[in-house]
Every structure is written in structure tokens, then in C-alpha cells.
T-cell receptor, first 115, second 114 residues
Framework: GENVEQHPSTLSVQEGDSAVIKCTYS??????FPWYKQELGKRPQLIID?????GEKKDQRIAVTLNKTAKHFSLHITETQPEDSAVYFC??????????????FGKGNQVVVIP | EAGVVQSPRYKIIEKKQPVAFWCNPI?????LYWYLQNLGQGPELLIR????????DSQLPKDRFSAERLKGVDSTLKIQPAELGDSAVYLC????????????FGPGTRLLVL
């Protein structure tokens, strides 16, 4: 099955700086890659996702890039704010085309924004 | 639009006791998922339903775990008997249908087995 790994496990950044989290995946057939943000004790919330026919997607201060050849995708947060502090999970799935929407999650990255 | 609803939010039981979790997905979402999330880990799929049918339950420990979604809306996940290692957060998620990849999560049920 799919194996998703995230790096680094913990990331501390100064407020206003950028944060980058990288994920690698193993299944070359994966074509859907969402990122979830989870604050302590709360539900995972989708913040951005990308499909394999797109190399980059941006939403305000958040962007995701995908390199299918290298099988990795990254989350970029610019102008970080204290409310960006959370655990971020990446995931991958083959999506609807295979009738299999099983998401494989990474272990998560703890992002700490230092005021 | 109301999100995915789960209850209870917290549950403390003694080992060997049964426990049940309930999930109400987003209205109109045909696909429902149950995930297990251990501390410091990402969610792991237990079972996926398309309407009433369990289409992916390969990771559900069937000796003690069971689930149902009788009318294709609400779902219940049961553990009987619970073990110490079952302490975790049980998350429910839903998506529009098998062609909708975006999954929306509920707040989870935090289970502590003593």
C-alpha cells in the first residue's frame, strides 16, 4: 500500500518567516494530495489539496507544490502567524479513478510559530 | 452547513467493557469513513462505507471491532471487548461520493481504556 513520510517532524519558525514541510510518497498511481491542519484536541481540517495534473496551487498564504517524478509534494506557508501553530498532515490517495479513496496519512509535522 | 457530528466526545471505560461511537455525516455525503488516530500519528483508516455497504474494511480488527450504517446515513462503531491498546481518538469523516476525494472530519471521540 501507499507509504507517506513527512519531514521534518517539528519545525519552529519566527513569526513572519516562511515554513516549508515536505512529504514523500511511494505509490506512483497516487493522484490526490491533500494537506490537513489539526490544532490540539480538534478535528483535522483540509487547508489545501492538489491533483496530479497540476504542479502548484496557491491559496493566499498557503501553497502546495507537487513533483510526480520525484514523488514528493510540499506545503509552503508564507508570512507565518501564531495561529498557524498546529500539526500539519499530508496524505495521498489514488482517488476516484480507481474507485479507491483510501487516504494514507503521514505522521504529521508540528509547526511552532514563535511570536 | 453542519459539519460531521460525533458523539460522545470523550469516553472512559474499563478494559473488557464494550463501547460504541456514533457519527452523523454531512448531509448528502454518501461516503463515510472511520479512522483511528493514535497520539502523535496520522489517522489510519478502519472502514469505509459507500451508502450502506462497507467497501473497504480490510484494516478493521474484526475480532473485536464492528461497524454498521444501516440506512446509509448515521454510523456506529463498536468495540467489544475494549483493550488498553484501544485508547486513541476515533475520527469519522465523510465525502460527497466515491468520486469526491475531499474528506471532511468530525471532532472525534477520545477513548481512554483503563
Amino acid at each position: 500500500g501507499e507509504n507517506v513520510e513527512q519531514h521534518p517532524s517539528t519545525l519552529s519558525v519566527q513569526e513572519g518567516d516562511s515554513a516549508v514541510i515536505k512529504c514523500t510518497y511511494s505509490d506512483s498511481a497516487s493522484n490526490y494530495f491533500p494537506w490537513y491542519k489539526q490544532e490540539l484536541g480538534k478535528r483535522p481540517q483540509l487547508i489545501i489539496d492538489i491533483r496530479s495534473n497540476v504542479g502548484e496551487k496557491k491559496d493566499q498564504r498557503i501553497a502546495v507544490t507537487l513533483n510526480k517524478t520525484a514523488k514528493h509534494f510540499s506545503l509552503h506557508i508564507t508570512e507565518t502567524q501564531p495561529e498557524d501553530s498546529a500539526v500539519y498532515f499530508c496524505a495521498a490517495s489514488r482517488g476516484a479513478h480507481y474507485g479507491n479513496n483510501r487516504l494514507a496519512f503521514g505522521k504529521g509535522n508540528q509547526v511552532v510559530v514563535i511570536p | 452547513e453542519a459539519g460531521v457530528v460525533q458523539s460522545p466526545r470523550y469516553k472512559i471505560i474499563e478494559k473488557k467493557q464494550p463501547v460504541a461511537f456514533w457519527c452523523n455525516p454531512i448531509s448528502g455525503h454518501n461516503t463515510l469513513y472511520w479512522y483511528l488516530q493514535n497520539l502523535g500519528q496520522g489517522p489510519e483508516l478502519l472502514i469505509r462505507y459507500e451508502n450502506e455497504e462497507a467497501v473497504d474494511d480490510s484494516q478493521l480488527p474484526k475480532d473485536r471491532f464492528s461497524a454498521e450504517r444501516l440506512k446509509g446515513v448515521d454510523s456506529t462503531l463498536k468495540i467489544q471487548p475494549a483493550e488498553l491498546g484501544d485508547s486513541a481518538v476515533y475520527l469519522c469523516a465523510s465525502s460527497h461520493d466515491y468520486q469526491g476525494e475531499t474528506q471532511y472530519f468530525g471532532p472525534g471521540t477520545r477513548l481512554l481504556v483503563l
